[in-house]
């Protein structure tokens, strides 16, 4: 990756964005990125996957072994949909020729998380089509963007109202509620939860469609500057901190915490 970058002038006019309009793509898969079958049998949800991070999550969970279903927002985010599902279904078959084919197809599922039955709905389709479990659950992915002086400013940047609560939800999501799932599961990026592993992956300035959606155009130019590293992240460096998560031989003794990919930005000090 290059140490200094700077984006062509661009801006969409919607949230979340698309990354099929992006200049340059965003990176899903790290060049090489070595599997070392790590959530081979496992069942994994990604709310968000049709791009940006939970693309690269999706995919670099489909290397590990694990069965992949994504959520998308019909009809703005099709194109994009298509081509993770595309992407998936080729690393099923390539396993295929190795002898590890994940047992199950992936799933692409059309919800807008930004009201609760539908996080309920997509968490029951999942299980029923495999098997009545979800191994790890990657919520808070799928999310819209806003920026703001702060969270207890208004945009003239004195005080005023608080971020409107769908705001809030639209950016947190109220996601799925999940039935109990047993022992061994995973939580990533959702609240504390009694019975799991629950971890989060804080996430710096990352090239997703959400920031020539979220900025203007000058803002993208720079975006990633102002970390120390002097750039923006790729969504394909953050998911491998997903996979360290999701899998048990490598966080079975971690809950509780956030993994900062975000360029050398102090965050605790």
């Not at 964005?17 to 992006?22: S, V």
């Not at 495999?130 to 992915?141: A, Q, S």
């Not at 947190?172 to 939860?193: H, K, L, M, V």
Request: hydrophobic share 35%; aromatic share 8%; glycine share 10%.
């Amino acid at each position: 990756m290059a140490s200094s970058q700077q984006f062509p002038p661009q801006q969409q006019g919607s949230q979340p964005g698309q990354e099929h309009a992006m200049d340059p793509r965003p990176e899903a898969l790290i060049q090489n990125y070595k599997s070392a079958n790590k959530l081979h049998g496992k069942i994994a949800l990604v709310t968000g996957g049709d791009s940006g991070i939970g693309r690269a999550v999706c995919l670099c969970f489909a290397l590990e072994g694990a069965t992949v279903a994504f959520t998308y927002i019909k009809g703005q985010e099709d194109k994009d949909a298509a081509e993770t599902l595309h992407a998936l279904r080729d690393i099923n078959k390539s396993r295929t020729t190795t002898g590890a084919a994940n047992k199950h197809d992936p799933m692409a599922i059309p919800a807008d998380l930004g009201y609760e039955e539908n996080c309920r709905r997509v968490v029951e389709e999942v299980a029923n089509a495999y098997g009545g479990r979800i191994d790890v659950l990657v919520v808070n992915n799928a999310a819209e963007q806003y920026e703001r002086p702060s969270i207890t400013e208004n945009h003239r940047g004195g005080p005023g109202p608080r971020v409107p609560d769908q705001h809030l939800l639209l950016l947190f999501g109220d996601q799925a509620r999940a039935q109990a799932y047993g022992e061994g599961r995973s939580i990533i990026n959702t609240w504390p939860r009694r019975g799991y592993g629950v971890n989060g992956v804080a996430p710096g300035p990352i090239w997703t469609p959400l920031i020539p959606a979220s900025f203007k155009k000058e803002k993208v130019e720079q975006f990633g500057s102002e970390v120390p590293m002097k750039r923006a992240g790729q969504p394909a460096e953050v998911a491998p901190s997903y996979v360290f998560l999701a899998n048990d031989q490598d966080s079975s003794y971690i809950s509780g915490q956030f993994l900062h990919v975000n360029g050398g930005a102090v965050v605790n000090g």
